[in-house]
């Protein structure tokens, strides 16, 4: 079974710093691309940030570039999003995700809150 487990997340000042961590089991890690996406409250999902199967190309939408950085540990079956300056409206629940046999999976998600 397929399983991504997100953590990391929780309340920071604006300008400060999380690093969110997804721990993935049941499938092949190495071998697949990854992603981060974000859901703030009342809107839709926000695509984040791609990484590929190696960890050698990386790719972030512009609301985050130069403040995020995506990798992964492909020995510990594990993607990280390290995340500084945060600013309020980073504020959402941030879920970790890849394309599993034709289909999206993500995980439960961990909630980043940024305010003062």
């Known amino acids: 079974e397929v399983q991504l487990v997100e953590s990391g997340g929780g309340l920071v000042q604006p300008g400060g710093s999380l690093r969110l961590s997804c721990a993935a089991s049941?499938?092949?890690?190495?071998?697949?691309?990854m992603k981060w996406v974000r859901q703030a409250p009342g809107k839709g999902p926000e695509w984040v940030s791609n990484i590929n199967n190696g960890g050698s190309r990386t790719y972030y939408s512009d609301s985050v570039k130069g403040r995020f950085t995506i990798s992964r540990d492909n020995a510990k079956n594990t993607l990280y999003l390290q995340m500084n300056n945060l600013k309020p409206q980073d504020t959402a629940v941030y879920y970790c995700?890849?394309?599993?046999?034709?289909?999206?999976?993500r995980g439960q998600g961990t909630q980043v809150t940024v305010s003062s």
């Open positions: 049941g499938f092949t890690f190495g071998t697949y691309d």
């Open positions: 995700g890849t394309r599993y046999r034709g289909e999206e999976v």
